[in-house]
């Protein structure tokens, strides 16, 4: 039967493979991240998954000068010996290194007799002190815990009173390990102790940090102390909760990143297959400002070249997406927006909608009036489309919210549409969101944002669905120092 002391091997964090060790892949790369000191508990289902994770856990721990330690009960020491060789471990050679044990449950929980959790610990500790002794730094081990089943482990209270106490040995030596549990073998009610006891568990392959995890002093019930302990619990549910809205902000960040990037390139290929009828258009009104129009038709005509050079401007610029650079030139904001609500004149006369517009002062900023253009047409198409019967817009000079100091223009437009749901509301600025189905893209208020903080500005939105209330109002701030 091997002992736990034995022959030393070398140490050195970056020293070659021994001897006893041939090249080969470490394909659950998260085992590498268990180090000592770290207490685990391996819940598996059968004997395959077991092997296939605690083989490699313990070869890593001989590739870094530790000696590893199999604590065997239901697997039969062969199959452990076979899984060692697969995973590239001469077993004689380990052994007569004295790097490898594989040892009974008789050679130590139940070494005496019976079970005893303070004795296992005072065992523990010795067997990292004879390691030392022999040249290693420190104790990889790990062992089935099937034993606790038999009359002697009493699972349901000396196992788990172990496993508290293990939280508290391994910080203070140099040992890690990792406690395996046969899920079709253990109670459900004992399963959740030993959930509740361990920092990290392994399950299906995945080395978890464990939300669930219970301090000891806190599990245990001990008397004294108590108050600081449950701070702990308190604030490590705390952080764990933050983290995990933090990953989810982060995969939903991932996600609208692909599909910004992948319209990116959507947008790119319509924009070129647009150049060429484009192109078309405009020689055709070209040659229609040639003819001898009315003035009614001409002002049309000028209009339409106005409208076909902004069109031709927003296709040469889809390359980027929306976020192209420009020469920035003074911009009337008055007239910028005087300019935007003429474009839908014939449609509000014609459906008895009233724009209203005021100028309160002079409203000149340094930008793009191109791109300003586009962020009041979106404004006012989203209101039309919202139902909206009146529409008012007021333009003054102002200071930012945050930065009183911060001068600049205000513009507000606000209509009496049917509103947004709170629910949607959050979700008006996101890109590809839309309540209009095959008729909406979802990138106007984004790419209006997007203008607007492009511009050193900011947008906000207040909106309401109460009957006879209803309606939705923009404010935005744009600095003009």
Known sequence: MDSLASAPVGVGANRSLPPFLREWSLENSQLTSCAVHDHLALIYDNQEEQLDIIVPFLRLGMERGEKSVFIVDDTNPKAVIAAMERHGVNVDAARARGALAIVTKYDAYLKNGDFDPDWMIGFLAEAVEDAKKQGFHAVRASGEMTWALGPAGDANNRLIEYECKLNRFFPGYDMGGICQYNRRRFRPETLMHVIHTHPRLVFRGQVCENPYYIPAEIFQGLSGGMEDPVRQLLESMAENTRLRHQLTLEKEALRRSEKLAAAGRMAATIAHEINNPLEAIINLWYLLKQENLSSEGRAYLDAMGGELNRVSHIARQTFEFYRFDGTASPVDLAQVTEEAVELFSRRVEAQGIEIEVRHRAKASIWGLDGELRQLFTNLMVNALEAGAGKI????????????RARRGVRVVVADDGSGIPPAIAAKAFEPFFSTKKEKGTGLGLWVSQGIVQ????????????????????????????
Do not use: A, C, V
């Open 392 to 403: 008012r817009i007021r333009i003054s000079q102002s200071r930012e919210w945050r930065k």
């Open 454 to 481: 492009k511009h050193e500005g900011s947008i906000r939105m207040r909106t309401s669905t109460r009957p006879g209330r209803s309606g939705t109002t923009f404010s935005i701030f744009l600095p003009t120092e």
